[in-house]
């Protein structure tokens, strides 16, 4: 059974786009996550040590949790197959050249990245300069 969206690489970086999620994002760490922070995460992942979120700072900061990084979450808008090789290596390694580290998190649908938030508009430059 295929998975769905695009497998060529060639053909995402010609169509790649990236979009800002609206606000600033922190990771914060939990050992037993409340139905609060559940409920207001972005992204959420089970490690063996804690759970990690991806939380809005202002959500972080309303639940007394250290932001120690701001965020901005760029979604790449290529509907790219859970299949496909080379995009994450292409867009890291775009980055990297620009000097800006990045998170990466795949979806069903699509790629994110989170940028340092003083560092976004660099990225959505470099990621789409062609």
């Known amino acids: 059974m295929a998975v769905p969206g695009e497998t060529d690489l060639d053909k995402m970086l010609a169509s790649l ?5 609206p606000g600033v994002f922190t990771y914060v ?3 037993v996550p409340t139905p609060e922070l559940l409920a207001a995460a972005h ?3 089970n490690e063996a040590e804690s759970t990690t979120l991806i939380l809005p700072v202002e959500a972080a900061e309303l639940a007394g949790l250290r932001v120690d990084i701001e965020l901005a979450w760029l979604s790449l808008t290529v509907e790219s ?3 496909a090789v080379g ?22 649908h699509h790629d994110h990245i989170l940028v340092p ?3 976004a508009q660099r990225a959505i430059d470099a990621l789409t300069a062609g």
């Not at 786009?17 to 999620?21: A, C, G, L, N």
């Not at 890291?92 to 580290?101: K, R, S, V, W, Y």
């Open 17 to 21: 786009q990236v979009e800002r999620r």
């Open 29 to 31: 760490a939990v050992a």
């Open 43 to 45: 992204g959420i992942v």
């Open 81 to 83: 197959s859970l299949e």
């Open 87 to 108: 995009l994450t290596a292409a867009f890291a390694a775009t980055l990297g050249a620009h000097d800006i580290p990045c998170n990466v998190l795949a979806g069903y």
């Open 117 to 119: 938030l003083d560092k």
